[in-house]
Structures are given as C-alpha cells and as structure tokens.
C-alpha cells in the first residue's frame, strides 16, 4: 500500500484497479482522511513523462478555435463569479494559472492585481508571452514567498487533484490569503454518477496526473476544520461534465484512450494519418449527436449533487 499524500497514513484500501493504463496503478481509498489517491503515486519521471505529450496543447490555443470560443464564454461566467463583491483594486491569485488566459481575462474586465502561479515549463513560458497585465510566479506553491494576508482572492481550477502535496499546499493557502478572502477550487467529483459507472474509463480520472480525489462531503468537513466556510457549491459545469461523458463513453466503445480529446487539444492534425482522421470523423459524430443529452444529464446530476466535477467557494475565517 502507498502512503496517502494528504494526511500520510498508511492504512489503504483498494477502490478499484486501473486497467486502463500501462502501469498497473490502482485508486486507493484512506481509511483515516477519506481522500482517494492514485497508488502508486507517480515518480518524478512517470509525471514529467505525462506532462510532456502536448499535456497543454500546442502554439496560442489548447484546444482549436471552436471549442475555444466555448471555452472563453465560460471563463467569463467563472470570473464572474470569482470576484464578486471583491473591492476595487483588490487582489487575486491564480494557482496553476496554465497559459494565462483567465487572468487576461480578468484584466481586461475588472481592476485587480493579478497574479498567476505555474510550474516551469512551456505553459509557463506561454504565460509569459501572452501576458496582458499580471505578475507571473513560477516553481511550486510551497516555494514562493508571498506575505501572509496577501490576497483577497485565490482560484485554483482543477489544479487541487495534481498537487503531489496537497495538505501542505491548503496550508500555504491559509497563510497567504486574508481573513474573510475567498478560496474558489474546482475539482474532479468521485462521488459523481460518472466516476461510479464508469471506473477506470472516467475522463476525469486522468491516470497518472490526477493523484487525489475527495467526496464533497468529506472535502467540505476537511475544509471547515481548516477555517473554510462553504459558500456556494456548483455542480453543474457545462464546461466540463458533458464532455467527461463523451469522452469517458469513447473511452469504453473504442479502447483508445482518450483519443478524441488528444485530437481536439493538437494542432499537428496531420500527425493523425488517414485511417486515424476516419476514426476521429466516427468520434466528433458521436460527440455531435450526444451532446444534447449530456448537457440536460448534466443538469439532471446536477440536482443531486452528482455531477463529475464540484466548485467549491470558501470564504476563510481562521480559528
Ligand atoms: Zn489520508
């Protein structure tokens, strides 16, 4: 048994065994704090290795210019709501910042001081490229030296689920933001109805980046012992659940992994060959004629709190 990366523990149970990777990784459930970690935890090489394959897509967009459209029209509801109520001129800080391209949003619509957090690598240096007005940090959370009681707000949009240090990274997030700030974190739900039906196969699962997973009610009482009130829990993500159901679905009937959402992210279409470009015309199909129905499913789960991915909004009162 692996050691639990949140609360180091080692009494492990194992949920289910991954199949559908290389590596014989299994998801192992903690019998003390509740998280369910990908077990083994991945070694440096197995994670670079995995960040490395086009990970965050090639040249100015992730993904091509449709779905980017798409992808730009949630981001301004997600900002939205991030800063709302939030004082002129107040301060916000973007954990895994990627490329930057919420907190250029962000500067364009709102007066803030933006700062952006990502690790080295070619999202970073795309961030720094594109950067329309806010500072960039790079290297891992627990190494910056920002003051205590920085900032008024912190995003961290599924980002929580690859921390390898997850417990000491909420920590840092306790020292860093003011009392009364506003914590909005996004993350996979393994509560979900689609985690349960679809196991190894589930989009979200996202063997071997994603390495924690927490059952929102174990997640919220894990937060509130922090300091962290609730204030609002989102289940609905049209931005993210219809496609895990897509995906997760391909993931089943085509025994290629992932292959569609590896399409969409490149920009080497070429790379595909033509027996492959039929193929990927049998997926957008299949994603074009299920799209409706997984986006009313959605919001069917959403009414129970089942969803594939949860965001939380906390507000900080430390103890
Ligand atoms: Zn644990």
């Not at 091509?64 to 709501?81: D, K, Q, Y």
Request: glycine share 6%; aromatic share 14%.
């Amino acid at each position: 048994m692996t050691q639990c990366i949140f609360c180091n523990e080692d009494e492990q149970k194992v949920f289910f065994k991954i199949k559908t990777h290389s590596f014989p990784y299994a998801l192992q459930k903690c019998t003390h704090c509740h998280a369910y970690t990908l077990a083994p935890t991945p070694t440096t090489e197995q994670l670079d290795k995995a960040y490395n394959t086009g990970y965050y897509g090639e040249g100015e967009a992730k993904f091509n210019p449709i779905i980017e459209f798409g992808v730009n029209l949630f981001r301004s509801m997600r900002a939205s709501r991030a800063v709302k109520g939030i004082p002129e001129s107040g301060k916000l800080l973007d954990i895994g910042c990627g490329s930057g391209a919420f907190l250029n949003f962000l500067h364009k619509k709102y007066n803030l001081q933006l700062s952006g957090l990502e690790i080295e690598g070619d999202a970073a240096l795309r961030a720094a490229d594109q950067n329309k007005g806010f500072t960039l940090y790079t290297g891992f959370l627990q190494t910056t030296d920002f003051s205590k009681e920085t900032f008024d707000v912190i995003t961290i949009y599924h980002v929580f689920e690859h921390l390898l240090t997850p417990n000491e990274d909420l920590g840092k997030i306790q020292q860093i933001l003011k009392p009364n700030g506003r914590l909005v974190i996004s993350m996979p739900n393994i509560d979900s109805w689609q985690a349960k039906f679809f196991k190894d196969d589930w989009f979200h699962l996202d063997v071997p980046r994603h390495l924690i997973f927490f059952k929102p009610k174990d997640f919220k009482r894990m937060m509130q012992a922090k300091g962290f009130e609730i204030e609002t829990e989102r289940y609905i993500s049209w931005e993210q659940n219809p496609y895990g159901y897509i995906q997760s679905s391909l993931n089943v009937l085509s025994k290629k992994h992932n292959f569609l959402y590896e399409f969409l992210k490149t920009n080497e279409k070429s790379a595909f060959g033509k027996r492959n470009l039929f193929q990927i015309g049998l997926h957008v199909l299949f994603a074009g004629i299920t799209l409706p129905l997984f986006l009313l499913v959605d919001l069917f789960e959403s009414l129970f709190k089942k969803s594939a991915t949860v965001e939380y909004t906390f507000r900080y009162q430390p103890k």
